[in-house]
């Protein structure tokens, strides 16, 4: 019944080391967005991509890349991971980009940098 | 830009007992919506009740509605009958209807649902 899945749920890196975050869904939604959420924070928006049509918004570090190789998986790329961006990272979906239409979240993966 | 702004980080309810979480925004559109979302300790965050800001009539699902208050600015959630299931965080969330926006969340409640 899993319709957003993210693997793994916790990942532990290297300072530097780059990490990639895996993202599926089984809704066949043209939409998979990536949000940061840091401790007691709200999340906050990184990217999407509207089927193949990637969108990033203007504060995300270049540090984040994303890739969408199909409509249900999506990557986030860590290049080089720094203690700052230590968080739970969310991945989401929804049908189109309509300003109503829900979003259906993942479970989301904590990522620690030692 | 839009702001939400969620005034109390923690709440607190007994079973079976009504809550209020509030929520202000602020925007200086007239055409958008607003969302509450609850994020269960270790799962997913979910939508419970969304709102367009061009009907007057406040939205409800089951033992959750709303009081919108448009020219306040204001989304306020109402849990009635907590249960044990309801402790969460909830975060309120407002998205333009111009173009393609993200959603802007607040900070978030938590709440806890007490025996």
């Known amino acids: 019944d899993a319709m957003v899945i993210q693997n793994p749920r916790y990942q532990v890196t290297q300072f530097g080391k780059p990490v990639t975050l895996s993202c599926s869904q089984t809704l066949n939604h043209n939409v998979m967005y990536w949000y940061q959420q840091k401790s007691s924070q709200a999340p906050k928006l990184l990217f999407h991509?509207?089927?193949?049509?990637?969108?990033n918004e203007a504060d995300t570090p270049d540090n984040f890349q994303s890739r969408r190789p199909n409509t249900s998986f999506c990557f986030l790329d860590i290049r080089s991971p720094g203690l700052g961006d230590a968080a739970m990272y969310l991945c989401?979906?929804?049908?189109?980009?309509?300003?109503?239409?829900?979003?259906?979240f993942g479970p989301g993966t904590r990522l620690l940098v030692l | 830009a839009q702001t939400v702004t969620q005034s109390q980080p923690e709440m607190s309810v007994q079973e079976a007992e009504t809550v209020t979480l509030s929520c202000t925004y602020d925007t200086s559109e007239s055409d958008y919506y607003l969302f509450w979302y609850k994020q269960p300790p270790s799962r997913q965050m979910i939508l419970v009740i969304r709102?367009?800001?061009?009907?007057?009539q406040n939205a409800t699902e089951n033992r959750f509605s709303v009081n919108f208050q448009k020219a306040a600015k204001s989304f306020s959630l109402k849990i009635s009958d907590s249960q044990l299931g309801d402790a969460a965080m909830y975060f309120c969330?407002?998205?333009?209807?111009?173009?393609?926006?993200?959603?802007?969340f607040g900070k978030g409640t938590r709440l806890s649902v007490i025996a």
């Open positions: 709102q367009e800001a061009y009907k007057q």
């Open positions: 989401a979906t929804s049908r189109d980009r309509s300003e109503q239409e829900t979003q259906y």
């Open positions: 991509y509207y089927d193949k049509d990637f969108n």
């Open positions: 969330a407002y998205r333009s209807s111009w173009g393609n926006t993200p959603l802007v």
